[in-house]
Each structure stands twice: as structure tokens, then as C-alpha cells.
């Protein structure tokens, strides 16, 4: 195969191009057209391989990542769908958790269904949660559906019976009837999306799947047709929201999975480079055009959780959006990136976010249109963005126009100058990703202090030294691809498969650890399957868990557990790792209470890419800047002269003390004046305060 390999992530404002050939590497960025996607990656990847030299033929592989679902759910944009459930349950999927996210708000809005409720038909048919038969599927009822669906113009259909779980069979003979009466439709199973207990998150994840399916599938469908006749013959994978990487023909079926794909990338490059310098407690910043996210990553690997929420109807509540139970890399996404929009609330504050201007029509000073000031505006007011070298001097930025958008809708309503708004709105968006990040932290019994931060995506470098100090963090590292970070994550991920199964299981002497095994071959055997398309690799690493609770409580934990078959004293050591997290979660345990197990899952992986280990930095002397420019700095308002370097000038162990700009082609690092940047034998950046 073509060693020459190419990345491409789809984000909000723009869509970013990494390409491996050899031991050279070339990036890009383009605006995204959000009406014709695929019009931004045809456009970057002819770019890209023109400065690489390269044809399309050239091409052993690409790797995609895209918000588009997750866009579609947001802006309510998917395929007209129905959900056939059992009769009786129609309304589960609006009744939800049956509680207020927010106890205080009497005008507490709750996020509307995918599906309208006279889309949600009922099917006379029963299971238990044993998976035996109590009422017999009605099969004439579904068929006689059809008539109704067509008249609605649904396009889209999920399936979810009560503990399909346990049972599909009801559920595949509603796809065999529907496809033999109503072949133009396309029909989502909750017990394939999502088969685990609990009917709420079981069918919300079907409905979005099906929501987006067609999206998805029209989508990917007519890249690859272009692709193809552009003269490119490589594969095509795609990145999951669990970080690992997937067939086309899997994600055209289960596009629910690609939902956090291009956060995932990010992880996975934060990840890698925490690996090669030895760092064992991290937190990832990636901030891009419309998005900010963090995450935590400890013993080289980045948490993972079986669930997640999109559109939320409020900023960091948790409740307040849709939610969604597949494999994730656990992170906290917030609405605070370069393109995000600064306004001036109710009661006289400066909001951020989560408003982005996107790349239609971005920010005012990208002279498409964009009226009101974003964090970007406010950067080049500053002077720490430079209008002149932004994207390598490709895209000219207009600093007036910026200036009069933060003077006119930041600064007139508070009796401000666009200098004192920008400062404003740049200490509002970072105090914003600070919150957030200790909330997060918080809510997973973890600490933020004397880890070390890698930051990565377009904005973050210029926001991250303060960013860190906030924290108490003492070390930032920007590696060298840091304004493509999530794209070039997407050339270190492996190919990757998750499969789970509910299955209660009680650690007491009902526990049954040859049917358990049985059970955990059969997943084995389900993953395999899947990883094998993408992949020969003869070594596939077993990533198990369990989602184990207190007897008696609602909610569970996530546990780590062997990979080894269950055998003597399984259940002394599932219950001693159930403690352990539950303890490091919460603080505390309980004694003389029995343990649960709810489910299992497996992840089924490649090794992913090799880990090379950086060397220290050797010794060096100060840079020569290529020029000083003038800025305010953020922090105390005062102008101020200090030095910019160009970074591909800085040779390994060159040193830059803040205040500096070090600028690239995809992004600036600001280095404020508590600390003090080297360059390491591997191209990062690393500030450390002094």
C-alpha cells in the first residue's frame, strides 16, 4: 500500500487537511460550506496533495471525521422519522427521566423529541426481560403501517420494542415486513444501535440514528462517488466518537457512532504526544472555530463512557439535551471557540458563545458579512492575532471591521472603547473553558493541578498559558501540527470496534462465570467481525468493562475490568474494582452492600500508531524574533511592544520568554509573560511558568 496517508475533519468554521507522505507532512484549512459539505473537502484535498506534489493515485488511505450528524441533530435538519414501539409506550421517549434538569425554572424548556408524537405508532407485541414472548408480534399491524408512513412522508424509521435487549426477534421481523411492503425505507433497531436495558436512552439513540441516517448515507455516499471519479482508489475510514476508526459501509449504517468523531481525533493526539514525553496526567484543550473541548486523559489513555448528550437546551446542564448511549471518549464540549459571538445580555454582562458565526458568515473581520464581534475579533484587536500572516497570509483579515463590530454591539451598550470590549470578551470566554474544566474535573473525582496541558486546534494556542494559570497548570505543550490537531489524531487512531450487552449479574453465588463466558466470546466474535474489515493485524488488544452499581442504586459505574475469562475468585475481584472506582468517584464506600453488574462491553482495537519517545531538550539559546509587534495584553489592559518568532525558525531547544507570539501557518501561540517556551527534539512548543 501507498504510504502517503491524508486526514480530513469537518468542523463548524473550518475543515482541516493533515497528509503523511513519507517523513514529510503537510496541512491546510478551508472554510466549511456547510450547504454542500463535501465541496470544502474536495476543494482542501486537491490543495493539500498539490503542495505535496502528489496524485490522487498517490493515496493509500483516507481518514475522515465530520460534525455533519451531530450538526443535523442540532440545527433539527435529519430525515422525517417514525418510531414503531410496543403498544402502550409511545410516549416514553417524551415522558423521558421523568424529572426538571432545572428544579427553579418555572419556563424550564425540555428538548423536543426527533420524532412528533403522531409519529410514534404503537405495535401490539411483548417481551420480558428474560426475552421470552408474552404477546406474539402483530405482523399485520406493521405492515398495515405503511399506507400511514408513506402518506407523512417519513423517509426514516427506528424500531424499539420493550427488552429487545434480551430479544430482537420482534424487531428483525418488523425489518423483514417493512422491507418486503416498503423497500424505500431505511429502518434503524434498537437492539442493534443500542442493545442494552433501559427503553428511554435505548430508543432516543435509535431515533437519532435514524434521524441522520439518510443524511449520513447521501453524504458519505456521494463523497465516495466523487472521490472515485477524481481518480482516488485508497480506502475510505471514518472516525468514531470512541476514537477508532470504521468502514464506510459501517458507518453509512450506524452513523450514530460518528456523532464526536473530530473531538475523538483530538484525544487521541493528546494521548500519543502525553505518551511519547512520559506524562501520565493530562488535560487536552482543543479549541477550534465554534467549540471548545477538555478532556482528561491518566495513565496514557483518555476516559471512555457508554453515554452522552447533544443539543442541550442549556449551556452545561446535564438533562437538558438528547441523549445518546454509545461509546464515547469522555469529554466536556462548550460553545467558546474563535467564531463564538459576544453579545450583552439581560442584565448588562458580556455573554460569549454558545453562538458561533461559523465559516458562514464567520466573524466580522473575515469580511463575509459576519456584523457582531467574536473571540476572534477580539484577538485582533488585541494584536495577538496578526491580520496580516493569519492561515500563512492566504486569508487577509480586516481589523477595522472587527473593531467596529466589538465597538458596536460589546462596547456601546457598556460605555466601553472596542479595546476594553475585546478584553472583556476574552476574559468571559476563557473564565467560561476554566468553569468548565473544573466542573468537569469535579464531577469525575479528579484534579486539574500539576497536570500538564496539550493544546491543540486553531484558537487554543493563544488562549491556553492563561489558560493553564487559571488551572494551576504549570506545563502547556503545542505540538507541532496544533492548528490540524484533530485531523492529524486521526492518522494515530486504530481501527476500533465496541459491542455491548446488558446482562445483570449479581456477585453472590448465582454468579455464573461460564455463561458469562459464553457470552463475552460471542462479543468477541461480533467485534471481530467488524475489526477484520478494515484490518489484517493479527494483534487486537481486548479493552473489557462493566457498568456496576451498589444493589439498590439508580445509576452505575463504568469499571475497568480483565480481559481474561471469569474463572475462581472473579467476583472478589470484580466487587475490589468496583470499590476502588467507586471510592476514587464519590469519595467513600459502602460497607457491607452487595455489587451489581449491569452490563459488559469490549472494546476490540489495533495497536494504533508506535510510540517514540522524546528525547530531553537539549540546551539552547534565546531566539532571534523575526519582528516586534504591538499588543494589549489581556490580563492587566496595557500596551505593550513584545517580540513575534516564526516557528518554523525556532530550532530544537530555542528558547522564547513571554511575552511572545510564536506564529504558524494554522494558528498562534501566545506566551504570556509568566512563562517561558523551548521547542523539543519533536517540534511541540513547551511553555512552562516560571
Same mark, same amino acid.
Given at each position: 500500500?501507498n504510504?502517503s496517508?491524508?486526514?480530513?475533519?469537518?468542523?463548524?468554521?473550518?475543515?482541516?487537511?493533515?497528509?503523511?507522505?513519507?517523513s514529510?507532512?503537510?496541512s491546510?484549512?478551508?472554510?466549511?460550506?456547510?450547504?454542500?459539505?463535501?465541496?470544502?473537502?474536495?476543494?482542501g484535498?486537491e490543495?493539500?496533495?498539490?503542495d505535496?506534489?502528489?496524485?490522487?493515485?498517490?493515496?493509500?488511505?483516507i481518514i475522515?471525521?465530520?460534525?455533519?450528524?451531530?450538526?443535523?441533530?442540532?440545527?433539527?435538519?435529519?430525515?422525517?422519522?417514525?418510531?414503531i414501539?410496543?403498544?402502550?409506550f409511545?410516549?416514553?421517549?417524551?415522558m423521558?427521566?421523568?424529572?426538571?434538569f432545572e428544579?427553579?425554572?418555572i419556563?424550564?424548556?425540555?428538548?423536543?423529541?426527533?420524532?412528533?408524537r403522531?409519529?410514534?405508532?404503537s405495535?401490539?407485541?411483548?417481551?420480558?426481560?428474560?426475552g421470552?414472548v408474552?404477546?406474539?408480534?402483530d405482523?399485520v399491524?406493521?405492515?398495515?403501517?405503511?399506507?400511514?408512513?408513506?402518506?407523512?412522508?417519513?423517509?426514516?424509521?427506528?424500531?424499539?420494542?420493550?427488552?429487545?435487549?434480551?430479544?430482537?426477534?420482534?424487531?428483525?421481523?418488523?425489518?423483514?415486513?417493512l422491507?418486503?411492503?416498503?423497500?424505500?425505507?431505511?429502518?434503524?433497531?434498537?437492539?442493534?444501535v443500542?442493545?442494552?436495558?433501559?427503553?428511554?436512552e435505548?430508543?432516543?439513540?435509535?431515533?437519532?440514528?435514524?434521524?441522520?441516517?439518510?443524511v449520513m448515507?447521501r453524504?458519505?455516499g456521494s463523497?465516495?462517488?466523487?472521490?472515485?471519479?477524481?481518480?482516488?482508489?485508497c480506502?475510505?475510514f471514518?472516525?468514531?466518537?470512541?476514537?477508532g476508526?470504521?468502514?464506510?459501509?459501517?458507518? /453509512?449504517?450506524?452513523?450514530?457512532?460518528?456523532?464526536?468523531?473530530?473531538? !475523538?481525533?483530538?484525544?487521541? +493526539? $493528546?494521548? =500519543?504526544?502525553? %505518551?511519547?514525553?512520559?506524562?501520565?496526567?493530562?488535560?487536552?484543550?482543543?479549541m477550534?472555530?465554534?467549540?471548545?473541548?477538555?478532556?482528561?486523559i491518566?495513565?496514557?489513555?483518555?476516559?471512555f463512557?457508554?453515554?452522552?448528550?447533544v443539543?442541550r437546551?442549556?449551556?452545561?446542564?446535564?438533562g437538558?439535551?438528547?441523549?445518546?448511549?454509545?461509546?464515547?471518549?469522555?469529554?466536556?464540549?462548550?460553545?467558546?471557540?474563535?467564531?463564538?459571538?459576544?453579545?450583552?445580555?439581560?442584565?448588562?454582562?458580556?455573554?460569549?458563545?454558545?453562538?458561533?458565526?461559523?465559516?458562514?458568515?464567520?466573524?466580522?473581520c473575515?469580511?463575509?458579512?459576519?456584523?457582531?464581534?467574536?473571540?476572534?475579533?477580539?484577538?485582533?484587536?488585541?494584536?495577538?492575532?496578526?491580520?496580516? /500572516?493569519?492561515?500563512?497570509?492566504k486569508?487577509?483579515?480586516?481589523?477595522? !471591521?472587527?473593531?467596529?463590530? +466589538? $465597538?458596536? =454591539?460589546?462596547? %456601546?451598550?457598556?460605555?466601553?472603547?472596542?479595546?476594553?470590549?475585546?478584553?472583556?470578551?476574552?476574559?468571559?470566554?476563557?473564565?467560561?473553558?476554566?468553569?468548565?474544566?473544573?466542573?468537569?474535573?469535579v464531577?469525575r473525582?479528579?484534579?486539574?493541578?500539576?497536570?500538564?496541558?496539550?493544546?491543540f486546534?486553531?484558537?487554543?494556542?493563544?488562549?491556553?498559558a492563561?489558560?493553564?494559570?487559571?488551572?494551576?497548570i504549570?506545563?502547556?505543550?503545542?505540538?507541532r501540527?496544533?492548528?490540524?490537531?484533530?485531523?492529524?489524531?486521526?492518522?494515530l487512531?486504530?481501527?476500533?470496534?465496541?459491542?455491548v450487552?446488558t446482562?445483570y449479574?449479581?456477585?453472590?453465588?448465582?454468579?455464573?462465570?461460564?455463561?458469562?463466558?459464553a457470552?463475552?466470546?460471542?462479543?468477541?466474535?461480533?467485534?471481530q467481525?467488524?475489526?477484520?474489515?478494515?484490518?489484517?493485524?493479527p494483534?487486537?488488544?481486548?479493552?473489557?468493562?462493566?457498568?456496576?452499581?451498589?444493589?439498590?442504586?439508580g445509576h452505575?459505574?463504568t469499571?475497568?475490568?480483565?480481559?481474561?475469562?471469569?474463572?475462581?475468585g472473579?467476583?472478589?475481584?470484580?466487587?475490589?474494582?468496583?470499590?476502588?472506582?467507586?471510592?476514587?468517584?464519590?469519595g467513600?464506600?459502602?460497607?457491607?452492600?452487595e455489587?451489581?453488574?449491569?452490563?459488559?462491553?469490549?472494546?476490540?482495537?489495533?495497536?494504533?500508531?508506535?510510540?517514540?519517545s522524546?528525547?530531553?531538550?537539549?540546551?539552547?539559546?534565546?531566539?532571534?524574533?523575526?519582528?516586534t509587534?504591538?499588543?494589549?495584553?489581556?490580563?492587566?489592559?496595557?500596551?505593550?511592544?513584545?517580540?513575534?518568532?516564526?516557528r518554523d525558525?525556532?530550532?530544537?531547544?530555542?528558547?522564547?520568554?513571554?511575552?511572545?507570539?510564536?506564529?504558524?501557518?494554522?494558528?498562534?501561540?501566545?506566551?504570556?509573560?509568566?512563562?517561558?517556551?523551548?521547542i523539543?527534539p519533536?517540534?511541540?512548543?513547551?511553555?512552562?511558568r516560571?
Open positions: 500500500m504510504a496517508r491524508l486526514a480530513v475533519d469537518i468542523g463548524g468554521t473550518f475543515t482541516d487537511f493533515f497528509l503523511e507522505t513519507g514529510a507532512r503537510f491546510r484549512k478551508v472554510l466549511t460550506t456547510p450547504a454542500a459539505p463535501e465541496q470544502a473537502v474536495l476543494e484535498i490543495l493539500i496533495l498539490a505535496a506534489g502528489l496524485a490522487p493515485s498517490d493515496l493509500g488511505l475522515h471525521g465530520t460534525t455533519l450528524a451531530t450538526n443535523a441533530i442540532i440545527e433539527r435538519k435529519g430525515a422525517r422519522t417514525a418510531l414501539v410496543t403498544s402502550g409511545r410516549d416514553a421517549i417524551e423521558a427521566y421523568e424529572h426538571r428544579q427553579y425554572d419556563f424550564m424548556d425540555k428538548p423536543t423529541p426527533l420524532v412528533p403522531d409519529l410514534r405508532l405495535i401490539p407485541e411483548r417481551m420480558n426481560a428474560a421470552a408474552v404477546t406474539p408480534l405482523e399491524a406493521v405492515a398495515a403501517l405503511v399506507p400511514q408512513l408513506r402518506a407523512e412522508g417519513v423517509v426514516s424509521v427506528a424500531v424499539g420494542y420493550l427488552h429487545s435487549y434480551a430479544n430482537a426477534a420482534h424487531e428483525i421481523r418488523t425489518r423483514e415486513i422491507a418486503e411492503v416498503a423497500p424505500e425505507l431505511t429502518v434503524t433497531l434498537s437492539s442493534e443500542c442493545p442494552e436495558m433501559r427503553e428511554y435505548r430508543w432516543s439513540t435509535a431515533c437519532v440514528n435514524a434521524y441522520v441516517q439518510p448515507d453524504y458519505l463523497l465516495q462517488k466523487s472521490l472515485t471519479a477524481r481518480g482516488f482508489k480506502p475510505v471514518l472516525i468514531t466518537s470512541a476514537g476508526l470504521t468502514t464506510l459501509v459501517i458507518a /453509512r449504517r450506524f452513523p450514530i457512532r460518528l456523532v464526536e468523531s473530530g473531538p !475523538a481525533g483530538g484525544a487521541i +493526539l $493528546a494521548a =500519543h504526544i502525553a %505518551a511519547e514525553r512520559g506524562h501520565q496526567h493530562i488535560v487536552s484543550f482543543d477550534g472555530g465554534t467549540t471548545a473541548k477538555i478532556c482528561l491518566d495513565d496514557g489513555r483518555p476516559r463512557s457508554q453515554s452522552f448528550e443539543a437546551q442549556y449551556r452545561f446542564l446535564k437538558s439535551g438528547i441523549p445518546i448511549r454509545v461509546p464515547v471518549i469522555e469529554m466536556v464540549e462548550i460553545g467558546a471557540g474563535g467564531g463564538s459571538l459576544a453579545e450583552i445580555d439581560d442584565l448588562g454582562r458580556i455573554r460569549v458563545g454558545p453562538e458561533s458565526a461559523g465559516s458562514e458568515p464567520g466573524p466580522a473575515y469580511g463575509r458579512g459576519g456584523r457582531k464581534g467574536a473571540v476572534t475579533d477580539a484577538n485582533l484587536v488585541l494584536g495577538v492575532i496578526r491580520g496580516d /500572516r493569519f492561515a500563512g497570509g486569508m487577509r483579515l480586516d481589523p477595522a !471591521a472587527a473593531h467596529d463590530a +466589538l $465597538a458596536t =454591539h460589546v462596547g %456601546a451598550p457598556l460605555g466601553l472603547d472596542a479595546v476594553s470590549a475585546a478584553i472583556g470578551v476574552i476574559g468571559v470566554v476563557e473564565e467560561n473553558m476554566a468553569n468548565a474544566s473544573r466542573v468537569h474535573a464531577e473525582g479528579c484534579a486539574l493541578e500539576n497536570r500538564t496541558m496539550i493544546a486546534g486553531g484558537a487554543a494556542p493563544l488562549h491556553a492563561r489558560l493553564a494559570g487559571k488551572l494551576d504549570g506545563t502547556v505543550i503545542v505540538p501540527c496544533a492548528g490540524v490537531g484533530s485531523a492529524c489524531g486521526f492518522l487512531a486504530p481501527v476500533a470496534y465496541e459491542v450487552r446482562r449479574v449479581r456477585l453472590d453465588d448465582s454468579f455464573d462465570a461460564d455463561a458469562l463466558n457470552l463475552r466470546a460471542t462479543m468477541l466474535e461480533e467485534a467481525a467488524v475489526v477484520r474489515l478494515g484490518t489484517n493485524d494483534d487486537l488488544t481486548q479493552h473489557w468493562s462493566a457498568n456496576m452499581r451498589y444493589r439498590g442504586q452505575d459505574l469499571v475497568e475490568i480483565p480481559a481474561a475469562p471469569f474463572g475462581d472473579a467476583t472478589a475481584t470484580l466487587e475490589k474494582l468496583f470499590v476502588a472506582a467507586y471510592e476514587q468517584q464519590f467513600r464506600r459502602i460497607p457491607d452492600l455489587v451489581e453488574v449491569l452490563s459488559f462491553a469490549l472494546r476490540l482495537a489495533t495497536a494504533g500508531a508506535p510510540v517514540n522524546c528525547p530531553p531538550i537539549p540546551p539552547g539559546e534565546h531566539a532571534h524574533s523575526a519582528e509587534v504591538a499588543i494589549v495584553d489581556p490580563e492587566t489592559a496595557a500596551a505593550e511592544t513584545i517580540p513575534l518568532y516564526i525558525n525556532l530550532a530544537v531547544g530555542a528558547i522564547c520568554q513571554g511575552p511572545a507570539l510564536i506564529v504558524e501557518d494554522e494558528t498562534t501561540t501566545m506566551v504570556t509573560r509568566d512563562f517561558t517556551a523551548r523539543d519533536l517540534g511541540s512548543i513547551v511553555m512552562t516560571t
